[in-house]
């Protein structure tokens, strides 16, 4: 069982910039792929970006690619999601996931092993 804890989310005006971690209990973290989603109110949860064990390999959603960045610190059992350029229409709750695979360029949320409680980003106009 891999739990996971989300932080780094608050109240930023657009433009602004916000870096999420999500931190696992889990002490073989280092062979999970770790992913962001993103769930707005009244919407589906989707996908935002995804890293690879090793870190070598990253993937974005298209309305993400450019303004956000994913990286890990496998020493400190920790993913991050650096926001950059924030936009009204990023306003969710994010999640992080883990997996035990990489789905290169479909990710699906029913795909994802575990998953964190979430953390409330909320961008004003």
């Known amino acids: 069982q891999v739990h996971l804890v989300e932080s780094g989310g608050g109240l930023v005006q657009a433009g602004g910039s916000l870096r999420l971690s999500c931190a696992a209990s889990?002490?073989?973290?280092?062979?999970?792929?770790m992913a962001w989603f993103r769930q707005a109110p009244g919407k589906e949860r989707e996908f935002v970006a995804a890293i690879i064990s090793s870190g070598g390999i990253t993937y974005y959603a298209e309305s993400v690619k450019g303004r956000f960045a994913i990286s890990r610190d496998n020493a400190k059992n920790t993913v991050y999601l650096q926001m950059n350029v924030l936009k009204p229409e990023d306003t969710a709750v994010y999640y992080c996931?883990?997996?035990?695979?990489?789905?290169?360029?479909?990710?699906?949320?029913?795909?994802?092993?575990?998953w964190g409680k979430g953390t409330l980003v909320t961008v004003s106009s």
């Open positions: 889990e002490r073989t973290f280092s062979s999970y792929t």
């Open positions: 996931a883990a997996s035990r695979s990489w789905y290169g360029s479909t990710w699906y949320t029913n795909a994802m092993d575990y």
